[in-house]
């Protein structure tokens, strides 16, 4: 399965990664490997886990059992671990994973400009003026260039995610997660993000997508992996799975979300 | 109705005591302005300190959860008693904290200062941790997963949004706080109930008392305009600026 072809080595690898809230178990046992370069879009109904899975990767839910290999440099360390406030490594993996969610969660009292320069700022210690040039360029490649002084409330929902996505690339992430960052937006915005996250891609960026757009999944992903139940059911690229399923449970997902 | 006015509001009593009165409530605005910049900032520390996440922080979660429960349970003025009491006798303490008379202001006024500050710094916590849990979890989500540490998410991006918030009832706070100064007139601190309630038992006429009352007024009742007009504007930025749940 060759990506992008730069280098192709193992950007994130889980091995039998578990996670429970309480008695529901979320994740039972996900082994997924992410080349370098690679976009992987994550499929499923909701409540499958494809959310949680990525929010294992950067930690922000630390799994209970299973290994999580973050450029070859293991981050989870077996079972039992990260059920406390895991410290370790945290720095690597934040410096290394940015993530956009559904909800944008940008700073409501900072302007878009201040969103992205505040952790340029105080996590990566650049001065002021490199952030805000930063955050400009960055802005104005999401076609932002206007609004760089307007506060989240005066933005559209296309909008304000694409602040977060440039918020997010500020921090010069090696690996981008994204947590169906366009069901929350009205249906004449999704394009704009997803425009943006194409171009990404097309930049060679790995990227995870959780994601219910599948026409974006079938143009952009390399892979396609699709989940039920805490568990992978199906992956391969995108022609196979979603073209010519192997399994009955993906075959009924697609069916219930194509027939829209 | 006259002898009612008369032992009320006699105008002429108000204006011969009031450079009295005057200096008690001199007395009183100090120390309700002292007192209350302090409890915001020893509430916002308490509440800080709640908020503390993990295991290791349990027990400095445990203790403050304690100190708010207790001197938000316990009247002030028996604080007020207990400390000014309580600390002059504590033998092993130095004279300049046993008996503090720092900037002029005799002992009384500081042991009030510190007694209102322990119970409104309590009551403060209690506010800005409302403020802090009424944001929303994908805040401290969202700085933590750009590298933040918890405390610079907490002073970037929570705190501010969380403060705003409750400006208004923190500005209520301290309108109570205000009126409760008058509890340290208990330990002889001249402020401006003690002062009045001196003179009215000299004289028998309670105007000096009234005048007092409505000198309080005269900040209160701005306090609690500017309150509601916060509170107006709060919510009308709220309905317009709700977040955006389409296709959930």
Known sequence: MESHGNGGGSMVSLRGVCKRFGKLEVLRGVDLEIKRGEVVCVLGPSGSGKSTLLRCVNLLEPPEEGDIHLEGRSICRGPGSGTGEQSWDLDFVRQRVGIVFQQFNLFPHKTALQNVTMAQEKVLDRSSAEARAKGTELLERVGLGEKLNEYPERLSGGQQQRVAIARALAMDPHVMLFDEVTSALDPELVKGVLDVMRELAAEGMTMIVVTHEIGFAREVADRVVFMDGGVIVEEGPPAEVLENPREERTKQFLGLVLER | ?248
């Open chain 2, 1 to 248: 109705m006259e002898e009612f006015l008369k032992q009320f509001f006699d105008v002429g009593f108000m204006v011969d005591h009031f450079d009295e009165v005057l200096d008690g409530f001199w007395i009183t605005t100090q120390l309700a302005v002292l007192s209350g910049i302090l409890a915001l900032i020893w509430g916002l520390i308490l509440s800080t300190l709640r908020q503390l996440p993990g295991k290791a922080f349990l027990p400095v979660r445990f203790v403050t959860i304690a100190y708010i429960d207790v001197f938000r349970g316990i009247p002030l003025l028996m604080l007020i008693l207990l400390i000014a009491g309580g600390v002059p006798a504590l033998e092993f303490l130095p004279e300049w904290l046993r008996l503090p008379q720092w900037f002029g202001k005799p002992d009384s006024f500081w042991f009030g200062v510190l007694a209102i500050t322990i119970t409104y710094g309590a009551y403060m916590a209690e506010v800005y941790r409302a403020g802090i849990e009424s944001v929303p979890g994908g805040q401290m989500e969202a700085a933590r997963s750009l590298g933040m540490s918890h405390g610079q998410a907490m002073r970037n991006v929570i705190l501010p949004q969380a403060v705003r918030k409750v400006i208004a009832p923190l500005l209520n706070d301290f309108v109570a706080l205000t009126k409760d100064t008058t509890l340290v007139s208990f330990i002889a601190l001249n402020e401006v109930t003690l002062v009045a309630s001196d003179i009215q038992s000299e004289t028998f006429n309670s105007s000096a008392l009234t005048l007092g009352a409505i000198m309080f007024l005269v900040v209160t009742l701005p306090l609690a305009r500017l309150v509601d007009k916060l509170i107006s504007r709060e919510q009308s930025r709220f309905t317009r600026g709700a977040p955006r749940v389409e296709a959930l």
